[in-house]
């Protein structure tokens, strides 16, 4: 194939079938369709950054137009160097607005044949009337070299037109997964960060539907916001079938790509005010018949997956019992299975029927650890138990011990949102989160409680800040009514994780020693530092507003000891120690310092 025909022009592009209506941030889209009405945009701001005029002629949302004209600059900018003579006749007509059409039709992705989505390659997208996508083309094919085969094309096209395409090659996860163990927890790799590349314990998307990890047969994935576009792209990325059911928030999806017959969106509205869908979690399904289950604290959408801190627990293959086994047979040690259909069973989803099916015949032996999450409602004392602190705090003082000789080991919370928590530390934090994490087999004095939150400095050093975006929330109106919560702040520092730049969106609960050498426990979740994700007590109930969902390492469950090693202990320890997202010592707050607040973009 010559230079020539391996290049793809935008100027002989088909014009995209959903023009000002378009919502896509996927890369191959833009490779593949023209965009005039934002091409328009960039032609004269390829090398600066992009400044968008106040007023348009199109409706759009701005921050998601803004993600949009930086792909496009990338592409044209790449487009521009390599021919100029195209790239100026490119010029003329935008800006003349007489934009050359590639075809005076197009098919939609469902009115292409079968026959034209197999034969796609990049010589036939210039010169077919029809508009297919590689993305149709990929969910179409039924056989694993075929798939392999439009992958490397699809990474071949993105690499073309200048776009940054950083990826593990498939088939090698499974070593690092065992290398994991006992924890299996992983924190995101953070795309300008090189030196998380190679930790052990540094993970992306398409690793976690690692084809050394099985075949996937379909998905289940439940979140809070959800860019079907950029979800589906990872399954291709990493060569697996996406056939996935999809629970999120309702009103939550940023993206309108146009769903093929292989997804299913299931929108979960929130029955209690002020509440949302925030648990963060999947269940993969193998051709072999087993499945395994992720919990993580990440959004399903690029920004939550490049530059950030978030946390993932991966469950070990976790193969169907045999045939005629009792469903209640296959329990782990800690419960989780029964907790966790309890939790499917709590949405009355019809579309979840065949998920907890699944979840019934799946053999949980080999989970080490508890699932404790929060769903929303008004609890008496039936069932308050299962749910939010009073479940971890039921877990804690059911198996959770410290040394003889622990004194006042001290709580270390971090979250990436705050709620509003009263007007003083014993209102709801020390009543209620702190007396609850502060539970063992034992009575214990209640220890001191540190909460790490970026400073106003640590965000305008952070790669969100670069990038004009963010994923903290924490108002500033809040913070003026509970001032007295900036004497238990701590700075985000994570140079020993490569992560100080990267915000933390990871939340995460845990008990640390007072020389900080070893931990009593660590609970990954979604949930934030608020009364909604917690639950609170009312005058004749407990009520917890949002879904959230975590898991609890417990040392006796794990390693067979009271508590975690921090570091290394010794050279003959057989036990690794646990991996903090967060520098030790803590770095509190210098007298300038304020805690990030929202308000500071609306300036």
């Known amino acids: 194939m010559n230079t020539a025909m391996n290049r793809v022009k935008i100027n002989v592009r088909n014009k995209c079938p959903f023009m000002e209506k378009c919502y896509r941030k996927n890369p191959i889209h833009f490779a593949e369709m023209s965009h005039p009405h934002l091409e328009r945009l960039v032609i004269d701001q390829l090398d600066d950054t992009i400044n968008v005029p106040d007023v348009l002629d199109f409706e759009c949302d701005r921050s998601l137009l803004l993600d949009q004209l930086k792909v496009i600059q990338i592409v044209m900018r790449r487009e521009r160097d390599k ?92 070593v690092k997964y065992a290398l994991a163990a006992p924890y299996y927890i992983f924190f995101t790799r953070i795309d300008k960060s090189l030196s998380t590349y190679n930790q052990p314990f540094s993970i992306t998307f398409p690793e976690i539907l690692d084809k050394s990890l099985g075949e996937i047969k ?20 990493a060569g697996q079938k996406a056939n996935i059911t999809i629970l999120y928030g309702d009103g939550c999806r940023v993206d309108e790509e146009k769903l093929g017959q ?67 047979n296959g329990e782990s040690k800690t419960g989780f299975k029964k907790d966790f259909i309890r939790y499917l069973k709590s949405y009355k989803q019809r579309a979840l029927s065949r998920w907890i099916f699944i979840v019934e015949k799946a ?5 080490n650890v508890f699932f404790i999450a929060s769903v929303p409602g008004h609890y008496r004392q039936t069932g308050a138990d299962a749910w939010g602190h009073k479940k971890l705090g039921y877990v804690l003082s059911t198996y959770a011990t410290l ?86 702040l701590y700075q985000w520092k994570a140079s020993k994780m490569s992560r100080d730049k990267a915000m933390p969106h990871i939340k995460s609960y845990t008990r640390l020693s007072a020389d900080l050498k070893k931990m009593a426990w660590f609970f990954l979740t979604s949930a934030n530092l608020s009364k ?34 921090i570091e290394k202990e010794n050279d003959d320890s057989n036990i690794q120690p646990f991996p903090i997202p967060y520098d030790l010592p803590l770095i509190p707050y210098e007298s300038e310092d304020k805690p990030f607040v929202n308000d500071v973009l609306d300036e």
């Open 532 to 565: 909604s994700a917690w639950g609170t007590e009312m005058k004749k109930f407990y009520s917890i507003s949002n879904h959230e969902a975590g898991v609890l390492f417990l040392p006796a469950f794990i390693t067979g000891e009271t508590t975690f090693p």
């Open 363 to 367: 053999d949980f032996s080999d989970v």
């Open 262 to 328: 292989n997804i299913t969106l299931v929108p979960i509205p929130q029955p209690i005010e002020y509440g949302c869908h925030h648990s963060k979690m999947m269940i993969l399904e193998y051709s072999d018949g087993g499945i395994r289950i992720v919990i993580s604290t990440a959004n399903l959408y690029a920004d939550d997956w490049e530059n950030r801190t978030q946390g993932l627990w991966i469950s070990p293959h976790l193969p169907s019992l045999p045939k005629f086994d009792d469903t209640v």
């Open 218 to 237: 379909s998905s289940l994935q439940i979140n809070f916001m959800v860019d079907v576009g950029w979800l589906c792209l990872q399954y291709l990325l």
């Open 83 to 174: 021919d100029k003579d195209s790239f100026l006749k490119l010029k003329k007509d935008l800006l003349s607005m007489d934009i050359i059409q590639n075809s005076t039709t197009s098919k939609s992705p469902n009115e292409v044949s079968k026959s034209e989505g197999q034969s796609l390659d990049i010589e036939n997208q210039q010169s077919s009337s029809s508009s297919v996508s590689i993305m149709d083309t990929y969910e179409s094919c039924k056989l694993n070299k075929d798939r392999e085969e439009i992958r490397k094309k699809a990474i071949k096209k993105m690499k073309q037109q200048g776009l940054e395409v950083s990826l593990v090659e498939p088939g090698e996860f499974a």
């Open 403 to 488: 040394p003889l000789n622990a004194l006042n080991w001290p709580i270390i919370a971090q979250s990436s949102s705050i709620g509003t928590l009263g007007s003083s530390y014993q209102k709801w934090l020390q009543t209620v989160i702190v007396s609850t994490m502060s539970r063992t087999k034992e009575s214990m004095i209640p220890p001191n409680f540190h909460f790490i939150f970026p400073t106003q400095k640590n965000y305008e050093e952070s790669f969100d800040c670069q990038n004009a975006c963010c994923c903290l929330c924490y108002r500033k109106q809040t913070h003026s009514k509970q001032k007295w919560f900036q004497s238990y």
